[in-house]
């Protein structure tokens, strides 16, 4: 149509879930339908780019100095559920059925695509452990092979013997992650969580 629709239709497509067609029907419905929300949607995403950032305990989004899950005191402090991204958070979060802390590694092992543990968010996770005396650790990562590879490697190198560890798994289909699961999916494979060996 010209340079400057190709342009924002492109800038769509590149965000995750959206294609072709998806990108196209965003820019006409903003640019044509709804032009009025093109400045205010604009300022939403600037004022969020600048004021979040990751929380420097857990890894999720952050406003403040941490993020309101790791503020909250009425949070069980022993008890860190793991996850690959912040909408896995997002997901585990609107099931409510866990009352705990997290630890967001922003991603998972995957030697394919050079993903090793120096790329996860791992610099303060032993830490964490000790500091919190964390004494119960839920690994809600994706049940494929990265995932499995992810949890091998926390529990062989990083998580101490006495710390129990369970392992999320009961209702999700192999291969999806936990972001693609409706709440109540997620509350029981949260409840029949499995210890790991």
Same mark, same amino acid.
């Given at each position: 149509m010209s &340079?400057?629709? =190709?342009?924002? $239709?492109?800038?769509?497509?590149? /965000?995750?879930?959206?294609? %072709?067609?998806?990108?196209? *029907? %965003?820019?006409?419905?903003?640019?044509?339908?709804?032009?009025?929300? $093109?400045? &205010?949607?604009? #300022?939403?995403?600037?004022?969020a780019a600048e004021k979040l950032h990751r929380c420097p305990i857990c890894g999720n989004l952050a406003e403040g100095d941490c993020c309101s899950i790791c503020a909250d005191s009425n949070r069980d402090p022993h008890l860190l559920c793991v996850v690959e991204n912040v909408p896995d958070l997002l997901a585990i979060e609107r !099931? !409510?059925?866990? *009352?705990?802390?997290?630890?967001?590694?922003?991603?998972k092992l995957s030697p394919l695509h050079d993903v090793g543990p120096e790329e996860l968010n791992l610099g303060n996770f032993t830490a964490r452990l000790e500091e919190e005396k964390i004494r119960e650790i839920i690994l809600a990562v994706s049940n494929d092979i990265e995932g499995e590879a992810t949890c091998h490697y926390l529990t062989e190198n990083? %998580?101490?013997?006495?710390?129990?560890?369970? *392992? %999320?798994?009961?209702?999700?289909? !192999?291969?999806?992650? $936990?972001?693609?699961? =409706?709440?109540?999916?997620?509350?029981?494979? /949260? #409840?029949? *969580?499995?210890?790991? !060996?």
């Open positions: &340079p400057a629709f =190709d342009e924002l $239709v492109q800038r769509l497509k590149a /965000l995750p879930g959206l294609g %072709i067609r998806s990108a196209e *029907r %965003i820019a006409l419905h903003l640019l044509v339908q709804k032009p009025e929300d $093109v400045l &205010p949607l604009q #300022e939403a995403i600037t004022k !099931s !409510s059925a866990y *009352r705990g802390r997290y630890h967001v590694l922003h991603g990083l %998580i101490p013997r006495e710390v129990t560890v369970s *392992r %999320i798994g009961f209702g999700l289909p !192999s291969g999806a992650g $936990v972001v693609f699961a =409706d709440a109540t999916t997620l509350k029981s494979a /949260l #409840e029949a *969580r499995r210890p790991m !060996s």
